[in-house]
């Protein structure tokens, strides 16, 4: 007979940036979590903290092998995939299977479980949008061949066979779309905008923008991303849904900000765009706040400050910072 669970979690990709915040909201909430990750591209300092907590479990395992037999849950958060442009191509057929063998392999754990799943998906299934915003009901316009689709294309296998198992198994089915989300434990060699910036500006180093630095984004707070995922587990409804901040900046716009917080001297490098990069992103949350009464509530001068300090914290045991930095902090502008 199966064990009888309430509130237990299981989140794969658990010692990733998202997935560690996501153990803190839920066990701050009274979750049990069942932690998994391989440390392909997860860190273990991201889940230190939760160790020696009576309601957190860590298991290391590759959810691309058939899966050992693991605790029964009511949840299962799927945000097992290296996520950078950087791992494109080194790590193109990891991120191709996680998001393929690993999504069916969880699938078949939920539905074993009557657990309710959530896909951590991403608005690259847009590709370079001709429509915008993107609501959840845009096709996309995708390169299927080129350098990003390993990471593309994948995801929008994995949103296939979520469906798929809802179709034929009636298992409960939530899929995040999710939006440019930066803050505290992102890789300093993530290699995504924030990081990229914030990490060379504290160094002195040139900042490093692609293109001519007009592209758009929206970029989201962790603290706000954690909070619509967890809203979008207890809710009652499945398919697609946006979980992004709907603010509109420039590249450039982003890059001065991060110069002003950290009062850094360094000048800009430009380089060529890479092949498939997005001109605008800007999510459609009207699914988000009609069905989950949710929208993002930290603003990008605040988000980037925070994740200032966390690199500041990071950084100094390691490297040095930047003399503007000092210099501000000894002004009393921190």
Not at 165 to 172: A, I, Q, T, V, Y
Not at 298 to 316: K, P
Request: net charge negative; aromatic share 10%.
């Amino acid at each position: 007979m199966r064990e009888y669970v309430e509130n237990r979690v299981l989140i794969s990709g658990a010692a990733g940036f998202i997935g560690s915040h996501l153990c803190g909201l839920l066990l701050e909430k009274g979750y049990e979590v069942v932690a998994i990750d391989n440390f392909v591209t997860g860190s273990a300092k991201n889940i230190e903290p939760y160790l020696k907590h009576s309601q957190f479990q860590f298991i290391k395992l590759d959810l691309t092998h058939p899966l050992p037999h693991l605790p029964p849950v009511n949840f299962i958060f799927h945000l097992a995939s290296p996520a950078s442009p950087v791992n494109f191509d080194n790590l193109s057929i990891e991120i191709m299977l996680v998001n393929s063998l690993g999504t069916y392999n969880l699938l078949e754990l939920a539905r074993t479980n009557k657990a309710r799943f959530i896909l951590g998906s991403t608005s690259e299934v847009y590709g370079d949008p001709e429509q915008h915003p993107q609501k959840e009901e845009y096709w996309g316009n995708v390169n299927t061949t080129g350098p990003r689709s390993c990471y593309d294309e994948s995801k929008r296998f994995a949103e296939a066979l979520c469906m798929s198992f809802k179709r034929r198994h009636d298992l409960s089915i939530g899929i995040a779309r999710i939006f440019n989300t930066y803050g505290p434990r992102m890789r300093s060699d993530d290699g995504r905008v924030i990081s990229n910036f914030v990490c060379q500006a504290l160094k002195g180093e040139p900042i490093t923008i692609y293109g001519d630095g007009k592209q758009i984004r929206s970029f989201c707070y962790v603290s706000d991303l954690i909070e619509g995922l967890f809203l979008l587990m207890n809710a009652d409804c499945s398919g697609p849904v946006n979980l992004g901040n709907p603010d509109e900046h420039t590249i450039l716009d982003i890059a001065e900000l991060v110069k002003i917080l950290t009062g850094s001297l360094s000048l800009f490098s430009f380089s060529p765009l890479p092949t498939d990069d997005p001109r605008r992103r800007k999510p459609d949350i009207s699914k988000a706040k009609a069905l989950l009464g949710w929208e993002p509530k930290v603003s990008i001068e605040v988000g980037v400050e925070h994740t200032i300090e966390w690199y500041i914290e990071e950084m100094a045991q390691f490297e040095p910072i930047s003399q503007g930095y000092l210099n501000r902090e000894l002004k009393g502008e921190g």
